[in-house]
Nanobody
Framework: QVQLVESEGGLVQAGGSLRLSCAAS????????MGWFRQAPGKEREFVAG????????YYADSVKGRFTISRDNAKSTVYLQMNSLEPEDTAVYYC??????????????????WGQGTQVTVSS
């Protein structure tokens, strides 16, 4: 059974920063594209950021471009999401995802192979 275990989110003031991490239970996920999605109350889950298996290509939603950075450490089977200049609109449950297909497939569909349990991020104004 593959597990994606996300770090705890938290409550942060607008303009602040937070870093999320997601650890995979299997080393084989090192060959997977990894990403982050989020779901705000009353809204559908949306793509936030993704990174290819080698870590040399990343893709971001327009709403977070320039503020969020995704990275990965394959030696630790872990992917990170550094979130800066947080806004109240970033409040959501954040989910880690792993996709055996391409980075394009990860960010253009909502059908990744594995998902984390979700972690709450709340940004106060």
């Amino acid at each position: 059974q593959v597990q994606l275990v996300e770090s705890e989110g938290g409550l942060v003031q607008a303009g602040g920063s937070l870093r999320l991490s997601c650890a995979a239970s299997r080393r084989t996920l090192r060959s997977y594209a990894m990403g982050w999605f989020r779901q705000a109350p009353g809204k559908e889950r949306e793509f936030v950021a993704g990174i290819n298996w080698s870590g040399d290509t990343a893709y971001y939603a327009d709403s977070v471009k320039g503020r969020f950075t995704i990275s990965r450490d394959n030696a630790k089977s872990t992917v990170y999401l550094q979130m800066n200049s947080l806004e109240p609109e970033d409040t959501a449950v954040y989910y880690c995802a792993a996709d055996s297909g391409s980075l394009r497939k990860l960010y253009s569909t909502n059908t990744s192979d594995y998902w984390g349990q979700g972690t709450q991020v709340t940004v106060s104004s």
